[in-house]
């Protein structure tokens, strides 16, 4: 199960708004490589993990994953509040703001509302974990890519947050396929599925 | 900052150690200086929590049974400890 925590994992407080910003982070609300996308993958991959560390990897990293979307949502809502519709469609959001008016909608900056076909769940602890390490980059690089955009250090500050976490969850995901390639069969090296067919392996 | 704030913000400090020394050992639940820090750091960190609830009302709904009102009308983390 889980608790609500009435806090963010890392404070947001931005005194100036602005709806351009807004506009581009909302990708890692509702986006392809956004945090919600990210929560969920790992969450419903950890139920075929084979083994007990990669459980408690994807459920602790799925969990924080919820923590930075409160974050995101927390950003939007703030670089917002307050506008008049001039400001709105003056940063060019008037498209987000006939839809959602300020309200926080999980999608991509470019408009399309979150998928889950923008993720996958594979049912085969390789395949997944190498999916984990690819969406931690892509998270990344879209964080770089913000960073390139944002000139407030009341944002720039959580945002940078968010970045080093999806460098940490890498480091976690990637020492999560080791020591899963380490417990396989030599005769099942990149081979079959640990998750499903590990019953069907024949013993040496 | 104000008093809450600051309080809040250390708060937070001691979770986020928590949160990441516990992602550390679900790669290495052997290293014994890891849950060393981690058993010192969960006692200050709810020292401090406990601290915090009693003041500011509760964070979690663990904690809310003693104290519905303050609940819900306790600062709402998006609201920037404003309102």
């Known amino acids: 199960m889980f608790v609500y925590e009435k806090k963010l994992q890392y404070p947001v407080k931005i005194k100036t708004p602005n709806a351009a910003l807004a506009k581009i982070i909302i990708s890692q609300y509702g986006g392809p490589d956004g ?3 990210a929560s969920l993958r ?3 991959q950890r139920y075929t993990m084979p083994y007990p560390e990669l459980k408690a990897i994807l459920t602790d990293v799925g969990t924080e994953e919820l923590g930075h979307l409160e974050m995101i949502g927390t950003i939007v809502y703030q670089l917002t509040k307050g506008l008049t519709p001039e400001q709105i469609k003056a940063a060019g959001m008037d498209a987000y703001f006939v839809d959602h008016t300020a309200g926080i909608y999980p999608q991509a900056a470019g408009g399309m509302p979150y998928s889950a076909a923008s993720m996958q769940v594979k049912g085969d602890a390789i395949t997944d974990l190498h999916e984990d390490l690819a969406a931690e980059q892509k998270a990344r690089s879209t964080y ?4 390139r955009y944002a000139d407030d250090p009341d944002v720039k500050d959580p945002i940078r947050f968010l970045r080093e976490r999806e460098i940490v969850h890498y480091q976690r995901f990637g020492e999560g396929l080791r020591l899963l390639t380490d417990k396989l069969d030599s005769k099942n ?5 640990s998750s ?3 019953n069907k392996i024949q013993p040496r | 900052m104000s008093e809450r704030e ?3 913000k250390k708060l937070c400090s001691y979770d986020f150690v928590l949160v990441e020394l516990n992602l550390y050992l679900d790669t290495h639940p052997t ?6 820090k981690l058993k010192s750091c969960e006692q200050s960190a709810r020292a401090l929590r406990d601290e915090f609830e009693e003041k500011y009302g509760p964070l979690s709904s663990v904690s809310m049974i003693t104290n519905p009102y303050s609940w ?3 600062p709402w983390p998006w609201d920037g400890g404003e309102e």
């Not at chain 1, 770089?144 to 960073?147: F, P, Q």
């Not at chain 1, 090296?189 to 599925?193: I, P, R, S, T």
């Not at chain 2, 290293?31 to 060393?36: K, L, N, S």
């Open chain 1, 144 to 147: 770089d890519n913000i960073l």
């Open chain 1, 42 to 44: 790992y969450l419903s």
């Open chain 1, 189 to 193: 090296f990149y081979a079959f599925n």
């Open chain 1, 196 to 198: 499903f067919d590990k």
């Open chain 2, 72 to 74: 819900i009308n306790s």
């Open chain 2, 6 to 8: 600051i309080m809040l």
């Open chain 2, 31 to 36: 290293d014994t200086q890891a849950i060393e």
């Open chain 1, 35 to 37: 945090e919600l996308g």
